[in-house]
């Protein structure tokens, strides 16, 4: 099978696409092996709404549920094998792309508990223990952004596992999370971990950005505010970049590339348009960049695949250029600081609810099974 033309071209030019979704039923019929065979499709992130929309009403998960129950398994059990026996199984259809990138791609993300987001002990435990119970190099533990969360990550990484930290909204947050990184790495330094061996990226959200900001634009209803609809998600992604560019062309980061640490890459993360006015591969296009990952939802995939027009390579130029919008937003009378709390408790929230109703459909299952 050969690439896709479209999606090749991103990949020449620096950007890993990534899967933004994991079920059996992809597995069992070979969608994603082709995908990877002519997306160009380099990893998969997972999420707590992803498997509720896996495994809620699905058969394939039947016998493993009834099994499980007869072994005396409860429900959250139940659940945490279900969804590591998807990852490790997708982990593996990866294990060659992650060899011949020396750990760089062919990567699978799996989230911590979304209940403990705003717990970093229980956080780093269970990061830890998901690390172990997948048993496979070529994973991502996706931690939150949340304030609990920064020194989650930093202890994750010291102990030498590679994380996805996710729901980033904010430069100021995205400073702290390559804070937290770097951190990180240099306590694995002083433990005599190697370096090249541990990865991560920082997955800051987009469309979620255009959303919550559009929405109080309208609300002002004035001309200059109404003429920034649409500006905001890009903008913010865009100079996310540029202080990524500065984080590691730094001498705190020189040294610990001199042993052989890796940057931390930016992922763009909700990169599906939220406005059907707008276009399909808006936040593909636009955020072309070398190195970075776009993790895409299948229907923006194949919009790419079919239309992706990528527009020049992020660099430091646009994104002081893109300084301007977040300013102009300010000027209008867009509250940035409360946008972005609002979006990350919306995005805890909204994940918590995705695992309670995740854990809610395997306990009717359980039930069935034990009547």
Do not use: C
Not at 139 to 154: D, H, N, S, Y
Not at 180 to 193: F, M, N
């Amino acid at each position: 099978m050969a690439q896709n033309t479209h999606t090749q071209a991103l990949s020449d030019a620096g950007v890993s696409i990534w899967l933004d979704d994991l079920s059996r039923e992809r597995m069992d019929t070979g969608n994603l092996q082709e995908l990877i065979d002519t997306r160009n499709i380099v990893g998969v992130t997972t999420n707590p709404s992803i498997f509720q929309a896996a495994i809620s009403g699905r058969s394939e998960y039947d016998e493993d549920i009834a099994r499980l129950t007869g072994e005396g398994k409860d429900v959250e059990e139940i659940v945490e094998v279900l969804t590591t026996d998807d990852v490790r199984r997708a982990a593996d259809l990866f294990a060659d792309l992650h060899t011949s990138t020396h750990g760089l791609d062919g990567r699978v993300s799996i989230e911590v508990d979304p209940r403990l987001a705003h717990e970093t002990e229980k956080t780093i435990a269970q990061a830890e223990h998901l690390f172990e119970v997948v048993g496979r190099e070529n994973i991502f533990v996706k931690i939150p952004a949340t304030e609990a969360g920064l020194p989650a990550i930093t202890a994750t990484i010291a102990a030498g596992v590679s994380v996805n930290v996710t729901l980033i909204f904010s430069i100021e947050r995205y400073l702290a999370v390559m804070d937290a990184y770097l951190s990180g790495l240099e306590q694995a330094a002083k433990a005599g971990r190697d370096l090249t061996r541990i990865h991560s990226v920082g997955s800051f959200f987009v469309s979620r950005v255009d959303a919550e900001i559009d929405g109080r634009l309208e609300a002002l209803d004035s001309e200059d505010a109404l003429a920034l609809r649409g500006q905001a998600g890009l903008a913010n992604a865009q100079v996310a970049f540029g202080k990524y560019l500065e984080v590691f062309a730094s001498e705190r980061f020189e040294a610990l590339k001199a042993k052989g640490a890796n940057v931390q890459r930016p992922l763009w993360a909700s990169t599906g348009v939220k406005n059907p006015d707008y276009p399909d591969t808006l936040y593909v296009d636009n955020l072309v960049a070398d190195p970075s990952v776009n993790t895409m939802p299948e229907k923006t995939l194949e919009a790419a695949a079919d239309h992706s027009e990528p527009k020049a390579p992020l660099n430091a130029e646009i994104a002081t250029a893109a300084e301007s919008v977040l300013e102009r937003l300010d000027e209008a009378g867009v509250d940035l600081a409360d946008v972005f709390a609002v979006l990350e408790r919306e995005g805890v929230e909204k994940f918590e609810k995705a695992w309670n109703g995740l854990l809610e459909t395997v306990s009717e299952s359980v039930e069935s099974v034990r009547a």
